[in-house]
Nanobody, 132 residues
Framework: VQLQASGGGLVQPGGSLRLSCAAS????????VGWFRQAPGKERVAVSC????????LYVDSVRGRFTISRDKAKNLVYLEMGSLQPEDTGIYYC??????????????????????????WGQGTLVTVSS
């Protein structure tokens, strides 16, 4: 599964951005998809995950209420709509999934060890910079 994240940019604190995750040659609705952020000099961390087909949404505490993950089935995209952005949201945002359509993939998105094991397909990432 090949993924491509896009939509990043420079935004002022309090602003909004919408990231997109596109897939080639597969129907993304059949896959759980996670979003992750890697800040400069820091480890990659979980942000959100949407489960396959039923599209259950999961968020880490720091973004709950500010970010929304969703699907556009017609366009074969997964979005991450980010609002009330703060400087600590700065980083490269990656979307990821697996290659076997594991239905419980989102169970593993928070834990870095499980994430490395089960999220096997990663996009190239898109840079989000929140700064005045």
């Amino acid at each position: 599964v090949q993924l491509q994240a896009s939509g990043g940019g420079l935004v002022q604190p309090g602003g909004s951005l919408r990231l997109s995750c596109a897939a080639s040659a597969v129907t993304l609705d059949n896959y759980s998809v996670g979003w992750f952020r890697q800040a400069p000099g820091k480890e990659r961390v979980a942000v959100s995950c949407i489960s396959a087909r039923v599209s259950t949404e999961l968020y880490v505490d720091s973004v709950r209420g500010r970010f929304t993950i969703s699907r556009d089935k017609a366009k074969n995209l997964v979005y991450l709509e980010m609002g009330s952005l703060q400087p600590e949201d700065t980083g490269i945002y990656y979307c990821a999934t697996d290659h076997i359509q594991r239905p419980d993939l989102c169970r593993y998105y928070r834990n870095s060890s499980y994430r490395a094991r089960y999220f096997t397909s990663w996009g190239q990432g898109t840079l989000v910079t929140v700064s005045s």
